[in-house]
């Protein structure tokens, strides 16, 4: 009697994927991560990293191989830029500043420089007054206030969701509108902010006051580019990730269990034929959801570039 020869060969289609890596300026907080944990790379199960299966006289040995899953791009952290406050020491007289003013001196400069105007909005105008205020009250003259509050924790106090943020601030006599943002353009990090294309919308408050023993002007400049300006990233595709992942790696521990038993030699040819089926069955599994998660990941990386794109510019 002869034993008919039964081959089990998968084949696995390879999936590539490019990484980038975004560039980051300046982190709000801890670098934000696009996928909080990066999917290693997979080993592979096959004939070449391993000894082939003895068999029993007659059956053919498994070659079964399994790709990597590719790895997830970072995504860069939001932006800020606060240049240190600007303090005018020079004692004149004081002129009677109003906030649209200083936005029409603002814009002026940045279209004399090809870049585009700043548009007023609601949220970092209440951002600025109540950092201005604050500053009176609480006698200080900083980006961070005494409680620890940031240009970040301020634009969360007012609900604005931000990309970029920045803040000038300016303390001293001033004659008017234009010798206040003259000053600023004088200071290399406040010109900075004033000029910088990415920002697309600004916060004003001037305001008199007692400060250190004397009435004097305070002004504030919060500039940002909204978050809704930017491509969003898909965390509920990034969790997915995370599970498929941990899931391929719990299925190839099953898998090289088989493998082992199979190895083992010590089963008789209707258990063989049964592991060998469990075991491509599991490999056609594992190497399924590798594909699918590839095609999640590049979908992933793609938003991801979009978004460290909008956010470089």
């Known amino acids: 009697m002869f034993v008919k020869i039964v081959s089990f060969i998968f084949f696995v289609v390879?999936?590539?994927?490019?990484?980038?890596?975004?560039?980051?300026?300046?982190?709000?907080?801890?670098?934000?991560?696009?996928?909080?944990?990066?999917?290693?790379?997979?080993?592979?199960?096959?004939a070449s990293t391993s000894p082939a299966i003895t068999t029993k006289a007659g059956l053919?040995?498994?070659?079964?191989?399994?790709?990597?899953?590719?790895?997830?791009?970072?995504?860069?952290?939001?932006?800020?830029?606060?240049?240190?406050?600007?303090?005018?020491n020079k004692v004149g007289a004081q002129g009677e500043l109003v906030s649209s003013e200083v936005?029409?001196?603002?814009?002026?400069?940045?279209t004399q420089e090809g870049v585009k105007p700043l548009s007023r909005n609601a949220l970092?105008?209440?951002?600025?007054?109540?950092?201005m205020d604050d500053m009176f009250k609480q006698r200080y003259f900083e980006h961070v206030s005494p409680s620890g509050q940031d240009i970040s924790g301020l634009a969360k106090s007012v609900n604005y969701d931000y990309i970029v943020i920045g803040e000038n601030l300016a303390l001293g006599d001033f004659e008017n509108e234009k010798a206040l943002v003259d000053a600023w353009m004088a200071s290399p990090g406040h010109r900075a902010n004033i000029l910088k294309n990415?920002?697309?919308?600004?916060?004003?408050?001037?305001?008199?006051?007692?400060?250190?023993?004397?009435i004097t002007w305070i002004a504030v400049q919060e500039f940002g580019?909204?978050?809704?300006?930017?491509?969003?990233?898909?965390?509920?595709?990034?969790?997915?990730?995370?599970?498929?992942?941990?899931?391929?790696?719990?299925?190839?521990k099953e898998a090289g269990a088989l493998h082992?038993?199979?190895?083992?030699?010590?089963?008789?040819?209707?258990?063989?034929?049964?592991?060998?089926?469990?075991?491509?069955?599991?490999?056609?599994?594992?190497?399924?959801?590798?594909?699918?998660?590839?095609?999640?990941?590049?979908?992933?990386?793609?938003?991801?570039?979009?978004?460290?794109?909008?956010?470089?510019e």
């Open 225 to 252: 580019k909204p978050a809704s300006s930017c491509p969003s990233i898909p965390k509920d595709l990034s969790a997915t990730i995370s599970v498929n992942e941990k899931q391929v790696l719990d299925w190839k």
């Open 14 to 46: 390879t999936a590539t994927m490019t990484v980038i890596a975004g560039s980051v300026w300046y982190n709000q907080h801890q670098e934000v991560t696009q996928h909080n944990t990066e999917v290693a790379q997979q080993g592979s199960l096959s």
């Open 260 to 312: 082992a038993e199979i190895d083992a030699g010590s089963l008789s040819v209707a258990e063989y034929f049964s592991k060998v089926e469990e075991y491509n069955t599991l490999v056609a599994k594992i190497n399924l959801l590798i594909d699918e998660t590839s095609n999640m990941i590049a979908e992933y990386n793609t938003a991801a570039k979009e978004f460290n794109t909008c956010v470089g």
């Open 103 to 110: 936005l029409k001196w603002t814009n002026s400069y940045r």
């Open 198 to 214: 990415n920002f697309e919308e600004i916060g004003i408050a001037v305001g008199k006051g007692n400060f250190a023993g004397r």
């Open 124 to 131: 970092l105008d209440s951002a600025a007054i109540l950092k």
């Open 60 to 88: 053919s040995s498994v070659s079964v191989k399994t790709t990597g899953i590719a790895q997830v791009e970072k995504q860069v952290a939001k932006k800020v830029s606060a240049p240190a406050p600007l303090v005018h």
